[in-house]
């Protein structure tokens, strides 16, 4: 049975002050597994090594590529082959290690400007630190992108304008993902209510250039704590306005709601996995409503 908490929406009255309260760890630490994965943080320098790229462009304008991409964080290593033609980009194209059910994959892109980019997924362990084995595992995804340098490549059909080269570092750039919630429908009840952290509104007037429109910005930022299902997620709110005065509530919105995170917070892998969180702030009044919605398990252990 699929279980979904909607009911939890407050009304809270915003005066500068905020509930601090610690957060719980949760449990001992347990074995992630037996298989070894890639610790979630690094002190280096992360990159892709693309090695031994080979393409030949053929008279019809169709690219035929192949290379070899490497990981330096995640211990991925795989050939890969692709297509591109006239214009047009190869388009996402797996590499050939590719497992989707493990999370353990490779797409790249390669464009008609001759930029490739990289998007790798992979699993990484957390560590002890952290000590709670819900969250001891984690999803990460990672992105690169770079520029190949065209040449003459030598074919037994003769010299063919394409791509050569032996080794090209990209670096990489990683979003792990969020700590899971907790899962246990029970603990709800419990916990009727939320932590707002640190909450910040802001407006002011910005510009100051002659090529620049002076505008309002308003601003809110703030972290939400949830108990009962142990979430820790930041909200923001940003708007702004060549006409509206600073001190007019105006600015924002009082009826439209905004999500936590902000829409292009990328950790949330898979989104599915997560509460579904908005507010809406009345500046007029102070009011802050909170919304937030998530499935949770029974005592039967069922959805």
């Given at each position: 049975?699929?279980?979904?908490?909607?009911?939890?929406?407050?009304?809270?009255?915003?005066?500068?002050?905020?509930?601090?309260?610690?957060?719980?760890?949760?449990?001992?630490?347990?074995?992630?597994?037996?298989?070894?994965?890639?610790?979630?943080?690094?002190?280096?320098?992360?990159?892709?090594?693309?090695?031994?790229?080979?393409?030949?462009?053929?008279?019809?304008?169709?690219?035929?590529?192949?290379?070899?991409?490497?990981?330096?964080?995640?211990?991925?290593?795989?050939?890969?082959?692709?297509?591109?033609?006239?214009?047009?980009?190869?388009?996402?194209?797996?590499?050939?290690?590719?497992?989707?059910?493990?999370?353990?994959?490779?797409?790249?892109?390669?464009?008609?400007?001759?930029?490739?980019?990289?998007?790798?997924?992979?699993?990484?362990?957390?560590?002890?630190v952290e000590t709670d084995p819900h969250n001891r595992l984690a999803k990460v995804i990672s992105t690169g992108d770079g520029r190949l340098q065209i040449g003459l490549v030598d074919t037994p059909e003769g010299q063919y304008t394409g791509t050569e080269?032996?080794?090209?570092?990209?670096?990489?750039?990683?979003?792990?993902?969020?700590?899971?919630?907790?899962?246990?429908?029970?603990?709800?009840?419990?916990?009727?209510?939320?932590?707002?952290?640190?909450?910040?509104?802001?407006?002011?007037?910005?510009?100051?250039?002659?090529?620049?429109?002076?505008?309002?910005?308003?601003?809110?930022?703030?972290?939400?704590?949830?108990?009962?299902?142990?979430?820790?997620?930041?909200?923001?709110?940003?708007?702004?306005?060549?006409?509206?005065?600073?001190?007019?509530?105006?600015?924002?919105?009082?009826?439209?709601?905004?999500?936590?995170?902000?829409?292009?917070?990328?950790?949330?892998?898979?989104?599915?996995?997560?509460?579904?969180?908005?507010?809406?702030?009345?500046?007029?009044?102070?009011?802050?409503?909170?919304?937030?919605?998530?499935?949770?398990?029974?005592?039967?252990?069922?959805?």
């Open positions: 049975m699929k279980k979904t908490l909607a009911g939890l929406i407050t009304l809270l009255c915003w005066q500068y002050a905020s509930a601090s309260s610690p957060i719980a760890t949760g449990q001992d630490a347990s074995d992630p597994g037996s298989k070894a994965y890639p610790p979630c943080v690094h002190t280096g320098y992360l990159k892709y090594l693309v090695r031994n790229w080979r393409g030949v462009t053929h008279n019809d304008t169709t690219e035929i590529f192949d290379f070899e991409l490497q990981a330096n964080f995640s211990g991925y290593a795989s050939p890969c082959h692709g297509v591109r033609s006239g214009d047009a980009s190869s388009g996402w194209t797996p590499c050939e290690v590719h497992d989707d059910d493990a999370f353990f994959t490779a797409f790249f892109d390669f464009s008609s400007n001759d930029y490739i980019t990289i998007n790798h997924t992979f699993v990484c362990d957390r560590g002890e080269g032996d080794n090209m570092t990209i670096a990489a750039y990683t979003s792990i993902a969020h700590r899971l919630p907790k899962v246990d429908c029970s603990a709800a009840s419990s916990h009727a209510e939320w932590d707002v952290r640190d909450f910040v509104y802001s407006a002011e007037l910005r510009g100051g250039s002659p090529w620049v429109i002076p505008a309002t910005v308003a601003n809110i930022n703030y972290d939400l704590y949830n108990g009962a299902n142990e979430y820790l997620i930041n909200c923001q709110a940003v708007n702004s306005s060549i006409i509206t005065p600073a001190d007019d509530p105006a600015l924002l919105d009082p009826d439209e709601p905004w999500p936590c995170p902000i829409s292009w917070r990328d950790d949330l892998i898979p989104p599915e996995a997560y509460p579904v969180t908005d507010f809406k702030f009345d500046r007029s009044s102070n009011k802050l409503t909170i919304e937030q919605e998530w499935e949770c398990e029974g005592d039967d252990g069922n959805e």
